[in-house]
């Protein structure tokens, strides 16, 4: 496959007046329209920090079934001085597209707000692996990675990220991507786009967010086929329901040691020493 | 007009277990699809917690220019058992549908991703008014009623608040409209929405949001004549640099008696009291 990479600087600086009138160099986050055109055919214009638009629009076209399998796809073009990704296909696999493209669903997530035709009846038939366990050891791992992640990257207030991870041992999880971008929906999209070009299997994996668990957010994991679906945020009622209904392993307010998990608890472990009273 | 009244309620609970093994009784967010139908023709279907879903519904054909004038609209009738709305137009005013929905937008901010046409070109044209200032003890004294304001009603974490307020006193502002939603966008839109039905000038006022300060924040308040935008977030490059070119008046991280002034740095007076060093 032809692939340019073309990221673009995540941040910005700008000069701020502060409350004492001082002039404060402050660090902004990019945002960029990026057309996206499916052979010639224009889709959508999605707003992005530009941290990787190729594994974005893969994402995008994967997550929205506008294309069907990695091997369809021959060229992903990304030119910023026409903000345009230009995706070509092999075999203008692209059938339905415009009924696909005809019901438009305005989401409750950050960023991408389209999701395209029948994703909910598509993962009715999803079954999510049940034989793997998440211990609590390993949860706070992740947790401690991926805060300091973000001590070391996060400069400008105004992303969300999105992880992927894996558990390496009784009491240890990896970061396998770390993904962040203006809308959290095209982080997790760069991050399946990554998973799709790279044929990585989501069915053991573990998705990490800084974002809140919204249906769509749900949807995109379950996907993915990832059991686990973990945030520091909170999440909403049909987040909740789609995720009891796959049977997702659900966490919010995942944060320091402490957690909430909502859906799937069968497959927490709790392992970790218990921190003693007054501790 | 006809208008119904069918707010849902904000949040639900659901029991979660925590860390510790315990089951916790915890509030989440609710989040609702309801699709739009303008004069029968399906428009979008929105993702909203359901908090002002007629306002939200007028604001959204408001920003997105679906509807030119608040008298063509006849009846707006939201069914929770269908999910829907319905608005029923006087004139059948909405020439040009077609080509105003062919263009896409998936913008950054939470909750709304579209925006159909030529938005950008119309906010061009906007002049915001210039005789106006914000005085830091307005300011602070806006950023206290909206904690005072949250502690009340924040229960679920996943939820936007966005706020209409006025300057009252010299150290003093009101808020006039409080409205929460899963997505940024449409708490903005049913602020919109009310101010549209009430006919309420925005030229005068100040849009707070709890939110990021993205492109399409930005294009919004400007659409509503407002030139003072306020965030506790931060901002993106896109959300910069429109502001920037509309002469709004823009501050973000705005918290306790902090704030950084990006934008139109001109309508903003220290009057307030410094802290003494120590204190």
Redesign the interface.
């Given at each position: 496959m032809q692939l340019t990479n073309a990221a673009r600087p995540a941040t910005?600086e700008?000069e701020?007046?502060?409350?004492?009138?001082e002039m404060?160099p402050?660090s902004?986050?990019?945002?960029?329209?990026l057309t996206l055109y499916l052979d010639k055919r224009e889709i959508?214009?999605?707003?992005?920090l530009g941290h990787a638009p190729e594994a974005l629009v893969l994402g995008y076209l994967r997550n929205q079934r506008l294309v069907g399998s990695i091997e369809d796809i021959a060229a992903v073009q990304v030119d910023w001085d026409t903000d345009s990704a230009a995706v070509t296909t092999r075999r203008r696999s692209t059938r339905g597209l415009k009924q696909k493209m005809a019901?438009?669903?305005?989401?409750?997530?950050?960023?991408?707000?389209?999701v395209f035709g029948d994703l909910m009846e598509e993962i009715a038939h999803v079954t999510l692996r049940d034989d793997l366990r998440l211990a609590?050891a390993q949860l706070f791992d992740l947790i401690e990675k991926v805060r300091r992640h973000e001590t070391i990257y996060k400069q400008?207030?105004?992303v969300h990220g999105c992880a992927l991870a894996q558990c390496t041992g009784p009491a240890a999880a990896e970061i396998l991507m770390f993904v962040e971008d203006?809308?959290r929906h095209?982080a997790v999209d760069a991050i399946a786009g990554r998973m799709w070009l790279e044929g990585i299997d989501g069915s053991d994996k573990i998705f990490y967010t800084t974002g809140?668990?919204?249906?769509?957010m749900v949807i995109k994991c379950t996907q993915m086929r990832m059991p686990f679906l973990v945030s520091r945020?909170?999440?909403?009622?049909?987040?909740?329901e789609i995720a009891h209904r796959v049977g997702l392993t659900m966490l919010?307010?995942a944060s320091g040691?402490?957690?909430?998990?909502?859906t799937g608890?069968h497959r927490?472990e709790?392992t970790a020493p218990?921190p003693t009273a007054f501790a």
């Open positions: 910005f700008v701020a007046l502060n409350e004492r009138g404060v402050t902004i986050a990019g945002e960029h329209p959508v214009t999605l707003m992005t019901r438009r669903t305005v989401t409750t997530g950050c960023g991408q707000g389209t609590d400008a207030g105004a203006v809308g095209n809140r668990l919204t249906s769509e945020s909170g999440l909403t009622r049909m987040g909740y919010g307010r040691r402490h957690y909430l998990v909502f608890a927490i709790r218990q």
